[in-house]
């Protein structure tokens, strides 16, 4: 039911609100109660928050000092990795150091020989003795390099080999021609 009240304003009845002082009581006790129920959650979780960043504190300790014992096992990790890129390197690189004696075995004369072989990075040292009675050592030297220049097996990896140091000696009252020679690796 609708009701329409067509008096002029003054003439209205107007009703009061009354709120009484028990009601607001009421709502104060209840706002207490919501305000101290949110300050004990904060409380509960403040807490909880101080447990967890203890818990994760200690945790970092141990992870840390498990760290620390961990450290000799990198630093050997470290150099194992070292050595397996060296080995990937040599082994990428080989210059068949095998083949390449067993091609100087065959191509040496018989009054030819080596006292000393090494190869260290890209260079390749050969140091050894002839010995001629026809007096031509340096003619078999150079024979001997020729030989294994145009052997295309053994020479394919080398820029050049030459002849480094020549020098005379005597063994057991025979003299003996002493000589060095250097190649050097293309690919190393």
């Known amino acids: ?59 970092k300790s141990r992870i840390s000092s498990q760290d620390l014992d961990a450290g000799p096992l990198k630093k050997e990790f470290s150099a194992i990795e070292d050595r397996i890129r060296i080995i990937s390197a040599l082994s990428k690189n080989k210059s068949y150091w095998a083949e390449r004696l067993d091609k100087l075995s065959f191509a040496l004369p018989n009054n030819i020989w080596f006292n000393q072989i090494r190869a260290g990075g890209a260079i390749l040292d050969i140091t050894g003795s002839v010995v001629s009675l026809k007096a031509d050592e ?34 057991f009252g025979v003299e003996v021609f002493n000589f060095s020679i250097r190649g050097w690796l293309a690919n190393e």
Request: overall charge positive.
């Open 1 to 59: 039911m609708i009701e329409i009240n067509l008096l002029p304003e003054e003439l209205r009845s107007k009703k009061e609100v009354n709120i009484g002082l028990g009601r607001v009581i009421y709502f104060a006790k209840a706002g207490f109660l919501i305000l101290a129920g949110a300050h004990l959650l904060l409380l509960f979780s403040m807490l909880l928050c101080k447990y967890n960043v203890g818990r994760l504190e200690k945790t």
């Open 138 to 171: 340096v003619k078999v030297l150079n024979k001997f390099l020729d030989d294994l220049k145009k052997d295309a097996s053994f020479y394919s990896g080398f820029k050049n080999i030459d002849v480094v140091s020549i020098g005379r000696s005597s063994l």
